[in-house]
């Protein structure tokens, strides 16, 4: 059975930040691309940042380049959002997913996802 348990979210003043952590279990996790996305209230599920099976490729959403890092640890089969100089519209609930090799930008292309954990940037 395949997990993804995201942990790491919580409360946060603007200006801070936080690192997020996605534990993987029941798959090959060095085969699997990682993706980050986020959803707000009202809004659809967006994505944050994706990172493919050899790290080689890393690519972020624009409002979060050079704020947040997106790494992986295959040795712990986890996969980490570094969040720096958060702001108040980085709040939402952050999920992780995982897809055979490669990075990717779409939900669609996802085959497993985590159950989510909430960000609150307070301003």
């Known amino acids: 059975q395949v997990q993804l348990v995201e942990s790491g979210g919580g409360l946060v003043q603007a200006g801070g930040s936080l690192r997020l952590s996605c534990a993987t279990s029941?798959?090959?996790?060095?085969?699997?691309?990682m993706g980050w996305f986020r959803q707000a209230p009202g809004k659809e599920r967006e994505f944050v940042a994706t990172?493919?099976?050899?790290?080689?490729?890393?690519y972020y959403e624009d409002s979060v380049k050079g704020r947040f890092t997106i790494s992986r640890d295959n040795a712990k089969n986890t996969v980490y959002l570094q969040m720096n100089s958060l702001k108040p519209e980085d709040t939402a609930v952050y999920y992780c997913?995982?897809?055979?090799?490669?990075?990717?930008?779409?939900?669609?292309?996802?085959?497993?996802w985590g159950q989510g954990t909430q960000v609150t940037v307070s301003s």
């Open positions: 997913a995982a897809r055979m090799i490669n990075s990717s930008r779409r939900p669609d292309d996802y085959r497993y």
């Open positions: 029941g798959l090959s996790f060095r085969t699997y691309g």
């Open positions: 990172i493919s099976a050899s790290a080689y490729y890393i």
